[in-house]
């Protein structure tokens, strides 16, 4: 499968930003479809952001607006970018790569949203 390492990740108080980067392991315009999830301690995995070959985007209905996800193919690496952020958004967020034959996975990274 692809590997897939995320960064970015770290402290934040409430209102502030931090973009996400997954660099994967090779051309992610080979991918059908690359996203960002999170999990939160106690919680199911869910859905934060998608996006698919063409650029056609996807996103849960908590981001609000706050998210944008993006890609540099060049660079085979994905983006999150997270602003207004809320202690609601503390998780580790985990990068995902999905095609036909495979759905790989990033180790995750941390992020915490102080009140």
């Known amino acids: 499968q692809v590997r897939l390492v995320e960064s970015g990740g770290g402290l934040v108080q409430a209102g502030g930003s931090l973009r996400l980067s997954c660099a994967a392991s090779?051309?992610?315009?080979?991918?059908?479809?690359m996203g960002w999830y999170r999990q939160a301690p106690g919680k199911q995995r869910e859905l934060v952001a998608a996006?698919?070959?063409?650029?056609?985007?996807n996103y849960a209905d908590f981001v609000k607006g706050r998210f944008t996800i993006s890609r540099d193919n060049a660079k085979n690496t994905v983006y999150l970018q997270m602003n207004s952020l809320s202690p609601e958004d503390t998780a580790v967020y985990y990068c995902?790569?999905?095609?036909?034959?495979?759905?790989?996975w990033g180790q995750g990274t941390q992020v915490t949203v102080s009140s």
């Open positions: 995902n790569a999905n095609s036909p034959y495979y759905n790989s």
């Open positions: 090779l051309s992610i315009s080979a991918i059908n479809a």
């Open positions: 996006i698919a070959t063409g650029g056609r985007t």
